[in-house]
């Protein structure tokens, strides 16, 4: 968790707290990002780790418009359905 939170708002890493509002800049919907992982768990963080190590570029480019007063959305809640949605494709 940490990993991604830092790799997607380029805060330090160490002391990112496990639970805290600080969660939303990444686009989880409450104070525990764990809770937000029941649909798809450890796969949905990787995946959203994943977009970021891959292409580094583009995914800033998706967090700024994640976070844009325009385009607003929940970058970590979108990618985790999107991962959802994925492993139930048949």
């Known amino acids: 968790l940490e990993s991604c939170f830092c790799a997607f708002t380029g805060k330090p890493s160490g002391g990112v707290a496990r639970h805290g509002t600080h969660w939303d800049l990444l686009g989880f919907?409450?104070?525990?990002?764990?809770?937000?992982?029941?649909?798809?768990?450890?796969?949905g963080l990787l995946q959203l780790l994943s977009l970021h190590n891959h292409n580094h570029e583009n995914a800033a480019r998706v967090y700024r418009l994640s976070r844009?007063?325009?385009?607003?959305?929940?970058l970590a809640v979108v990618s985790l359905n999107m991962t959802k949605h994925a492993l139930q494709v048949r």
Not at 29 to 43: F, K, M
Not at 68 to 74: D, G, K, L, N, Y
């Open 29 to 43: 919907q409450g104070n525990d990002p764990a809770t937000d992982l029941r649909s798809c768990g450890i796969l």
């Open 68 to 74: 844009s007063a325009t385009q607003e959305f929940p």
